[in-house]
Every structure is written in C-alpha cells, then in structure tokens.
C-alpha cells in the first residue's frame, strides 16, 4: 500500500502531507506538518518506521520555528525505547505507540496495529510527542471500534490522563478523515 494524505488543521492555520508505504517486511510513513503553535509557526518533519504489526521501530523528528530541535528514538516493538544512540528510557517502558500532538496520522498507528472488532476497546500506553518543546511522557489512551462501514470506519479516542474524547472517522485504510475540531482530511491517494 503507498499512500499520499493531505490533511488540513482546523481551528488554526495548518497543513500536514503524509506518505506513507506499508509494505510485507515493514510501514514507513513520511510526514511534514507546518502550523501554528502557542501562536508561532511551526514546521515538523517527522519519519515514523513500524514493523509489519505496526509497531513503532523507529521514530525521527525535527522542528523549525520558535525553537529548532530534533529527536530521534529507537523501539523494539515491546514497549521498550531507546536514544537513537542506544541509552535505554525507562519512562517509556510499556509504550508500542508514538503520538504527535499535531499529527493526526498516529492515531492510525494504534488503529492499524489493534484491529478491533465493532464494540471492542482497548486502552493502550503510547509515547506523547509534545510540539514545540519536544516533551516525550507517556500517557494512557483508550481506542473503541465504533462503526466497520466500507469507506467509513468510526472510533471513539479517549484521552485517559484528562478529560479528552472524541468520535474520529477513518478510511479503509485507518487514515484519518475526520478527527472533530482538530484535522480533516482534503485528500489521498
């Protein structure tokens, strides 16, 4: 599967491209986001490698704004993440996904690895990226199967470390169509 997403952020000014390649072995996804944060541009590049489940191997981000700054984290697919030069993060230990704060591509990383049936949920730790200042804590997500329509798949996220919770429509392909007040998707192929 090769797919090319372009998504616009709503509430503010934005934009996020994404390509993405899943293959047998493994999934890359390539994204550049430029939008506004604490009300200052912001352009993030980021490269996010899986293995064949969709379990985050590799993570790779850098940003221009405000701040200019890099991150490069490193995975083994079991909850255990590593400085891209080998020294361990306890912190992390549980954590199989990445979340960016302006991304809405990594909400497919859980939805894709999970594969939950209608009704089914599941709660999950990931990895949060927070933009601009590059805080990475882990935080508790859970992830519901709302509706498996052809086209049109729906998903409850629920952010269990606040009071955050939204219904996210994806495509056939768990890409983001609609993620409410945040991202839209304009268009894929």
């Known amino acids: 599967m090769k797919r090319s997403v372009l998504w616009s952020h709503l509430g503010q000014p934005g934009l996020e491209h994404l390509f993405l390649h899943a293959r047998e072995e493994e999934v890359l996804a390539d994204g550049q986001a430029i939008t506004m944060e604490q009300g200052m541009p912001l352009r993030a590049h980021y490269v996010v490698r ?5 379990q985050v191997t590799q993570f790779d981000i850098d940003i221009l704004g405000r701040l200019q700054a890099d991150l490069h984290l490193r995975a083994d697919g079991k909850g255990n993440w590593f400085f891209a030069e080998g020294e361990p993060i306890p912190d992390l230990a549980g954590c199989i996904d990445i979340d960016i704060s302006i991304s809405p591509f990594t909400n497919t990383l859980p939805i894709r690895r999970l594969q ?5 949920s599941k709660e999950i730790l990931v990895a949060y990226v927070a933009l601009p200042d590059m805080q990475v804590t882990p935080i508790r997500q859970r992830y519901t199967c ?3 329509l052809p086209g049109e798949r729906v998903y409850r996220y629920e952010s269990l470390d606040s009071e955050f919770s939204t219904e996210i429509t994806i495509d056939d392909d768990g890409l983001v169509i609609n993620y409410p007040h945040l991202f839209e998707q304009l268009s894929v192929c």
């Open 146 to 148: 709302l509706s498996d």
């Open 50 to 54: 899986c293995n064949s489940d969709w």
């Open 116 to 120: 939950l049936a209608v009704d089914e």
